[in-house]
């Protein structure tokens, strides 16, 4: 048994059941043990691989859409872009070499920014991005940005930002809980508190008995504060996540271990813990912000960037192999089988002026 499943088993034991979201951050954000502290989540040897580190053409689009949104704002200087959860830091490289092959005044003139709560994947990224003459500077939140246009990306960002489920239990839902059986095993109970049912889903007054239902309002908060922070300094962003842009009735809490999914109870700070992103909820956190909130899936985000030109011009010379890795990428990226459907693209821009 690892040391955090003990600690969190004694925890309960004294304390009784906590909410998932207390325990999905403590299995993913504990200093000592849990995933995103202490493991190497990403590529092939790792858990999962994400869209940047399938394809430099992810990185070179996103790079693109954030050039073209500070053209249209103007191209103002100072401006920071900056990436919030960057992984290993593949996306902000491409995206660098990139901008100077855009503009290399841009490039040399702007703020880069990493925003990054984790030290040990803060000095991966580091490693990756040595070298780079840019202007990079790293940042635990977005309240230490300098006060300036921010165009920013995050690209699985907001699925392991914790989340609150509830159980149909009779007329009402009760919030889910992670507790301990007679066993001294972790399982979910459902809990005491219940739920005003207007803040969930429309389908809920449906749903049978033991359905569940979820919240993020952790993750509203932090679009919140970027919607904000867009609104008042200017600027754009850009969000990929995998998840859905209509609100529903639905478990997708789930943990991901080696590339195959497992029990999300069973290793907890060993698997990476992630849930669907409601797009809508998030959505609805900017548009009081009055910016625009346009929604895309990632293959009509990345076919619109011009994906399959860009994969043209990079196997035009290349070998077979080669090209074939290339078409592989492309069918991974944004074919409906693949992450073109599962995946979401969320822009928010100041709104467009009326005349």
């Not at 009779?170 to 219940?194: I, Q, T």
């Not at 789930?254 to 999914?261: D, E, F, N, P, S």
């Not at 797009?279 to 399959?308: C, I, N």
Request: hydrophobic fraction near 45%; charged fraction near 20%.
């Amino acid at each position: 048994m690892s040391g955090l499943k003990e600690r969190i088993i004694g925890l309960i034991g004294a304390t009784g059941p906590i909410p998932i979201s207390e325990y999905m951050a403590l299995c993913l954000f504990d200093p000592d043990a849990g995933y995103y502290t202490t493991r190497e989540p990403f590529g092939a040897a790792g858990d999962f691989i994400t869209a940047p580190e399938i394809s430099q053409m992810f990185g070179e689009l996103v790079a693109v859409w954030l050039y073209q949104a500070w053209q249209r704002a103007g191209r103002p200087l100072p401006a920071t872009f900056a990436e919030i959860g960057p992984g290993r830091g593949t996306l902000m490289k491409d995206m660098l070499r990139t901008f100077s092959r855009l503009d290399p005044a841009l490039a040399a003139g702007a703020s880069f920014a990493m925003i990054e709560t984790s030290p040990r994947l803060a000095e991966i990224q580091r490693q990756t991005l040595a070298g780079q003459s840019a202007a990079l500077a790293w940042h635990q939140t977005i309240d230490t940005l300098p006060p300036q246009p921010l165009f920013i990306v995050g690209n699985e960002l907001f699925d392991a930002v914790p989340i609150r489920q509830f159980v149909r239990a009779g007329d009402g839902w009760r919030e889910r809980m992670v507790g301990l059986d007679d066993d001294n095993a972790l399982r979910f109970f459902a809990g005491a508190g219940s739920l005003d049912p207007s803040l969930l889903p429309g389908d809920a007054a449906d749903a049978p008995e033991g359905a569940i239902a979820e919240l993020a309002p952790a993750r509203v908060a932090l679009m919140a504060a970027i919607a904000e922070r867009i609104a008042t300094q200017g600027g754009a962003g850009l969000f990929v996540d995998y998840g859905h842009l209509r609100p529903g009735i639905g478990d997708t809490l789930q943990a991901l271990r080696r590339h195959r999914h497992e029990d999300v109870l069973a290793n907890p700070g060993e698997a990476d813990l992630t849930s669907h992103v409601d797009f809508a909820a998030l959505a609805a956190a900017v548009r009081p912000h009055r910016l625009d909130v346009e929604m895309a899936t990632q293959g009509e985000f990345l076919l619109g960037m011009g994906l399959l030109e860009r994969a043209g011009t990079l196997g035009a010379d290349a070998d077979a192999g080669t090209r074939k890795a290339i078409s592989d990428a492309v069918e991974r990226l944004a074919g409906p089988d693949a992450m073109g459907e599962l995946f979401k693209v969320m822009k928010i821009m100041p709104a467009a002026r009326t005349v």
